[in-house]
């Protein structure tokens, strides 16, 4: 394998927004991502190796305040349907949505400070 690939190819995991494809497109260019939200993505070790690995996809946004349905939205006005909630704590929204059953995302809402942290999660397309 060259090294300038090897290098592009694993310098660009470690990059801040290794989730975002589509920079400015929530879901992986399902609709632009609404105003307000910032990109970001987990750091966690596991979630890295999966979206590697084409296993999974997630996506991540910060929000000011307390905005639990604020990619939730979109979602819906493009065809997923909320297929189960729960408000887990008052600061803790979780969902399943999908077009079909089984659900096909998982979307949670976890307050942070004076921030709402959003997670998409599903199967990678």
């Not at 879901?27 to 596991?46: F, H």
């Not at 493009?78 to 979307?107: Q, T």
Request: glycine letters at 8%; proline letters at 8%.
């Amino acid at each position: 394998m060259p090294l300038g690939w090897w290098l592009t190819d694993n310098l660009s995991w470690g990059s801040p927004l290794y989730c975002i494809e589509q920079p400015g497109q929530l879901w992986n260019g399902l609709a632009p991502v609404p105003a307000g939200l910032s990109p970001t993505c987990p750091d966690s070790a596991s979630y890295r190796q999966e979206v590697r690995a084409g296993e999974s996809r997630v996506e991540q946004y910060l929000a000011a305040g307390w905005q639990p349905l604020a990619a939730a939205r979109v979602l819906r006005a493009r065809g997923y349907v909320l297929l189960d909630d729960e408000l887990m704590a008052p600061d803790h929204y979780s969902a399943f949505l999908g077009k079909a059953l089984p659900a096909e995302l998982h979307y949670t809402a976890v307050k942070q400070g004076d921030q709402t942290l959003i997670t998409i999660s599903g199967a990678a397309r």
